[in-house]
């Protein structure tokens, strides 16, 4: 850790929103200088960013919230990956430094038509801005086009050692495109090709269908009370 002082709060319990019937607590940061080295060494500690803010989860009575992360230069493809690939080569993408109005639009288009029933929803310009964009690291844009039709973002933190994988939508139309596994596939490149070590795909929950797709990333690391290790290894943590 560098030699900035950090301090650390803890939120009062709230409702799970990945385990129904869960209460779930935030370790915060309370930091005025963040900046992108910091966090990328937070990051390797198990901590995430929403907005400006860090956080990381400490539960009780839970354990099921594991931090995941993919070695990129040791990460093999999948057959079914290769035929994600293959079935959308004719897209193509690029990176861009700032969101636009067109971002906001598809974003809101993505959350309405597959999370009306999650905490995202209603969709607002300012919640859009408020999870996504950041003061202190300003995150970096990856688009996915059919043609000249923007039909997914890919948000990411491009830091030293690595990326972060913020939040990734899609065009609802392209659903069976499976562009979700597409820009993580894109962004495993997209580092490999920066030369980074790692992209990090935030927590895996076993026990959320919505969030237990991140395995399919192999060879891929768990942060685990010894550090992180071979995620293949590790059994999976439960409540």
Same mark, same amino acid.
């Given at each position: ?13 709230? *409702? !799970? ?19 992108? $080295? ?20 400490? @539960?009780? $009575? @839970?354990? +099921?919230c594991q931090s995941i992360r ?59 801005? *408020?999870?996504?964009? @950041? ?16 039909i997914g973002v890919a948000v990411? *933190? ?6 972060? +994988?913020?939040?990734?939508?899609? *065009? ?15 962004? !495993? ?13 935030g927590y895996q929950i076993d ?31 439960? @409540?």
């Amino acid at each position: 850790m560098n030699s900035k002082s950090i301090s650390v709060g803890i939120s009062k319990p709230f *409702d !799970c929103s990945y385990i129904v019937g869960n209460q779930e607590q935030l370790l915060v940061i309370q930091e005025d200088q963040l900046d992108g $080295q910091l966090f990328e060494q937070l990051l390797a500690m198990g901590f995430r960013r929403n907005g400006n803010a860090i956080y990381k989860p400490r @539960c009780p $009575q @839970c354990q +099921a919230c594991q931090s995941i992360r993919v070695p990129v230069h040791s990460f093999k493809l999948s057959k079914r990956q290769k035929r994600t690939l293959r079935n959308n080569q004719l897209l193509h993408w690029k990176v861009v430094t700032k969101t636009t109005l067109e971002h906001y639009a598809l974003y809101a288009r993505y959350i309405n038509a597959r999370h009306h029933d999650g905490p995202m929803y209603p969709p607002s310009q300012s919640q859009f801005e *408020d999870f996504l964009l @950041c003061d202190w690291l300003p995150p970096t844009f990856i688009e996915l086009y059919d043609a000249d039709k923007l039909i997914g973002v890919a948000v990411t *933190d491009n830091l030293t050692h690595s990326l972060s +994988a913020i939040y990734s939508y899609f *065009d609802p139309e392209y659903e069976k495109n499976s562009l979700g596994s597409l820009m993580i596939l894109i962004q !495993c490149q997209l580092a490999k090709s920066l030369g980074k070590h790692f992209v990090y795909l935030g927590y895996q929950i076993d026990e959320n269908r919505k969030m237990s797709y991140k395995r399919q990333y192999r060879p891929y690391q768990i942060l685990t009370p010894n550090g992180w290790q071979n995620g293949e290894l590790v059994n999976p943590l439960s @409540c």
